[in-house]
Nanobody, 124 residues
Framework: VQLQASGGGLVQAGGSLRLSCAAS????????MGWFRQAPGKEREFVAR????????YYADSVKGRLTISRDNAKNTVYLQMNNLKTEDTAVYYC??????????????????WGQGTLVTVSS
């Protein structure tokens, strides 16, 4: 599966952004999907995951209540709605695809396909 992330940009603290990740290929709906982020000088970290076909979601503690992952299988797209953004949310955000079963989903090694990343910058 090929993934293309978009929607990043510059936003003030407290603002909102919605990231999108468009997938190509007929098997999108059979993958669980996740978002990770990597801030400058830090390791890539798990942000959120949504199951296939989409009934369950999982979040890092640092984003619970502010970020929401969703998917539209008809459009082969996964979204990350980001509200009440904080300066510590500044990072490059990556979408990724993983097998729907047999993995925990919180580790980058669980994922088999990655998008190119989109930069989110939150200013104070």
């Amino acid at each position: 599966v090929q993934l293309q992330a978009s929607g990043g940009g510059l936003v003030q603290a407290g603002g909102s952004l919605r990231l999108s990740c468009a997938a190509s290929g007929r098997t999108f709906s059979t993958y669980a999907m996740g978002w990770f982020r990597q801030a400058p000088g830090k390791e890539r970290e798990f942000v959120a995951r949504i199951s296939w076909p989409g009934g369950r979601t999982y979040y890092a503690d640092s984003v619970k209540g502010r970020l929401t992952i969703s998917r539209d299988n008809a459009k082969n797209t996964v979204y990350l709605q980001m509200n009440n953004l904080k300066t510590e949310d500044t990072a490059v955000y990556y979408c990724a695809a993983s097998p729907p079963y047999g993995v925990d989903g919180s580790s980058a090694t669980d994922y088999v396909g990655w998008g190119q990343g989109t930069l989110v910058t939150v200013s104070s």
